[in-house]
T-cell receptor, first 117, second 110 residues
Framework: NAGVMQNPRHLVRRRGQEARLRCSPM?????VYWYRQLPEEGLKFMVY????????ESGMPKERFSAEFPKEGPSILRIQQVVRGDSAAYFC???????????????FGPGTRLTVL | GQSLEQPSEVTAVEGAIVQINCTYQ??????LSWYQQHDGGAPTFLSY????GLEETGRFSSFLSRSDSYGYLLLQELQMKDSASYFC???????????FGTGTRLLVSP
C-alpha cells in the first residue's frame, strides 16, 4: 500500500519562474493538506483540500500561490513568479476523513525541496 | 491566538527514558498529535491523544491533560535512531489542520 507520494523531490527554479508541486494521497484518502517548512522551523499549514474543493486556505499567501485537487489526478500546489523566500520544503499530508480522532490521522509525503536561485 | 511550547533540545543516552513536554494554547482544541522528523525527512506520525490520559504504542507513550493544556511524549529504551526532532501538533476543530511549533531536537548518545 503506497504512502503519500510527492514529486518532484527536489526542484530548482530561477526567480520569476513557476513551480508546480504534485501530491498523490494515500489510497482511500480524499483529504489533502499542504504544509511549508523553512529551515530550522516547524511546519506551517497552508491549505486543506478535498476533491474539487478548497476547504481552508487560511495559511496560503494571498498572491502567487494556488492549490487544486481535481477530480482525477494529484493535488497541485502552484507558485508563480517564485522569489528566494519561497525556498523551503513543501510537505503534503493526506487523511481518510475530514473529521475525527485517531482515525483521521494525517500521513505525510516525503516532501518537495524547492530551491529558488 | 495560538502558542506552543516545547523544549528546544533534549539530550539522553541509549537505553534511557526521555519525556518531552508540550504546552499549548489554541482555540477550538480537538486533540494532540505527535510526529517525529529526522533531518531531511518527512514527519512520521507517532501518537494521538483525543482524550485525557495515556496512550501507549510500543516504546512510545503520549499523555494529554485537556484541563492543563498540556501533554507529553515519553520515549523508553532510547536507541540511536531516535535522534530526531519531535513535534507536538494540536489539531483544531473544524478543519482539523495541524499546528506545529519549532519542535524538540532529541540527541541520543552511546
Amino acid at each position: 500500500n503506497a504512502g503519500v507520494m510527492q514529486n518532484p523531490r527536489h526542484l530548482v527554479r530561477r526567480r520569476g519562474q513557476e513551480a508546480r508541486l504534485r501530491c498523490s494521497p494515500m489510497k482511500g484518502h480524499s483529504h489533502v493538506y499542504w504544509y511549508r517548512q523553512l529551515p530550522e522551523e516547524g511546519l506551517k499549514f497552508m491549505v486543506y483540500l478535498q476533491k474539487e474543493n478548497i476547504i481552508d486556505e487560511s495559511g496560503m499567501p494571498k498572491e502567487r500561490f494556488s492549490a487544486e485537487f481535481p477530480k482525477e489526478g494529484p493535488s497541485i500546489l502552484r507558485i508563480q513568479q517564485v522569489v528566494r523566500g519561497d525556498s523551503a520544503a513543501y510537505f503534503c499530508a493526506s487523511s481518510p476523513l475530514g473529521q475525527g480522532g485517531r482515525e483521521n490521522t494525517q500521513y505525510f509525503g516525503p516532501g518537495t525541496r524547492l530551491t529558488v536561485l | 491566538g495560538q502558542s506552543l511550547e516545547q523544549p528546544s533540545e533534549v539530550t539522553a543516552v541509549e537505553g534511557a527514558i526521555v519525556q518531552i513536554n508540550c504546552t499549548y494554547q489554541t482555540s477550538g482544541f480537538y486533540g494532540l498529535s505527535w510526529y517525529q522528523q529526522h533531518d531531511g525527512g518527512a514527519p512520521t506520525f507517532l501518537s494521538y491523544n483525543g482524550l485525557d490520559g495515556l496512550e501507549e504504542t510500543g516504546r512510545f507513550s503520549s499523555f494529554l491533560s485537556r484541563s492543563d493544556s498540556y501533554g507529553y511524549l515519553l520515549l523508553q529504551e532510547l536507541q540511536m535512531k531516535d535522534s530526531a526532532s519531535y513535534f507536538c501538533a494540536p489539531r483544531n476543530t473544524g478543519f482539523q489542520k495541524l499546528v506545529f511549533g519549532t519542535g524538540t531536537r532529541l540527541l541520543v548518545s552511546p
